[in-house]
Structure formats: C-alpha cells, structure tokens
C-alpha cells in the first residue's frame, strides 16, 4: 500500500481464538468485507465498538465479516459460509477493485480527478462530511 490516506483492517472475531501462529491477511477485499457489517459499529477507521445493549449485535457483525472473507488467505467469500447464505461476492470484489485503484496511489482528494478523488467524492454520504 503506498497511499498514507488509506487504511485497510481485517475483522479477526474473538481474539481468543488467536494465536501467535494465526496467519491474518489484510487486503482491500478484507477491508471491504469487514466495513460491510461493521460500518453501524464504527465511529472512525480505528474505532469499532458497541453498548452493552447492542454487543450481539456487533458479535454478529464480525460474524457475518468472516463469512464474507477469509481472513487467512485474503479472498472472498470465507470459510464455513452457512448453508443458504449469499455472500455477495461480485459487489465486495467491485468495492475492493475500487479500493485497490486508491491504494495503489499516491492519494488524492474529493473533486480532484484522481482515482482516490473519485472514490473519496462517491464515499461522501449526502449531506456527510468529505472524506480526504
């Protein structure tokens, strides 16, 4: 990654289930399948977290992350994807291409006509703040 705008992250679960030798891939698919669930959780690209009154919520959000992607390897979808569960994987690859046109840069921002200017600008939520 070469653009310092950007941060990419894995949602790993419960960190007991870590361990010294637990391999963790972080990518731009990761990254997209980990903001998915994540985003009602998140007040910012290093803060995620809950109440006590919406933490299986949250627990469930990191659940459906991992049935998203593999965290492991870095691909889409990820591993003991239930029975009868869609993972949608075209729209996370498609997210993530755009992601990848963005951190594989050197930056830019909203308005610009970078790629990450053009991906900053179609992030800004209406009436939400511009992202850089």
Known sequence: MTNPQLALMAALGNCGSLGSTTTIFVNELTTVAAVWPLAPFM?????????????????????????????????????NVPTGTTV??????????????????????????SACGILFGAATPQGGERLR
């Open 43 to 79: 007040s910012s690209y290093s803060a995620i977290g809950s109440g006590s009154s919406d933490a299986t919520a949250l627990a469930s959000a990191f659940a459906t992350a991992a049935i998203f992607a593999n965290t492991t390897n870095g691909t889409v979808p990820g591993l």
């Open 88 to 113: 949608p994987v075209a729209q996370i690859n498609t997210l993530a291409d755009a992601l990848a046109s963005c951190t594989n840069s050197s930056g830019g921002v909203a308005g610009d006509g």
